[in-house]
Nanobody, 123 residues
C-alpha cells in the first residue's frame, strides 16, 4: 500500500515563501516520477510540477515556472516543493502524487495521492 503524506502548508503573505514536503511509504519510491498538483476551491486539480525518478528531469506549469522548485531525496522517500514569490492565486490545497503511466501533466496518470495540505496566500 502506497501512502503519501504532505506537510508544510499554511498562511503566508503575498511575496512570501513556503516549503512543502511529501513523505512516501514503501521501498520503491526512487523508481517513480512524482508530482505536485493543486486544487483551488470549486476548481479541478491543476498540474504544478513534476520530477523524474532520479531527480534529473523536472517539469513546471507556466504559472509557477521561475517561482517554484521541485526536488526529491530518495534516501528519505520525500519530495519537496519550494514555493517563492507567492501570490493570492496560488491559494489551494496542494497534493502530491506518484505517477503511473500516461501524460506527466494529467491527473489521471497518477493512481496514488496524498490527502493534501492547504496553502493560503493573503494579499
Amino acid at each position: 500500500q502506497v501512502q503519501l503524506v504532505e506537510s508544510g502548508g499554511g498562511l503566508v503573505q503575498a511575496g512570501g515563501s513556503l516549503r512543502l514536503s511529501c513523505a512516501a511509504s514503501g521501498r520503491t519510491f526512487g523508481s517513480y516520477d512524482m508530482a505536485w498538483f493543486r486544487q483551488a476551491a470549486g476548481k479541478g486539480r491543476e498540474f504544478v510540477a513534476a520530477i523524474g525518478w532520479s531527480g534529473a528531469v523536472t517539469w513546471y506549469s507556466d504559472s509557477v515556472k521561475g517561482r517554484f522548485i521541485i526536488s526529491r531525496d530518495n534516501a528519505k522517500n520525500t519530495v519537496y516543493l519550494q514555493m517563492n514569490s507567492l501570490i493570492p492565486d496560488d491559494t489551494a490545497v496542494y497534493l502530491c502524487a506518484r505517477k503511473g503511466s500516461g501524460s506527466t501533466i494529467t491527473a489521471s496518470s497518477y493512481p496514488y495521492w496524498g490527502q493534501g495540505t492547504q496553502v493560503t496566500v493573503s494579499s
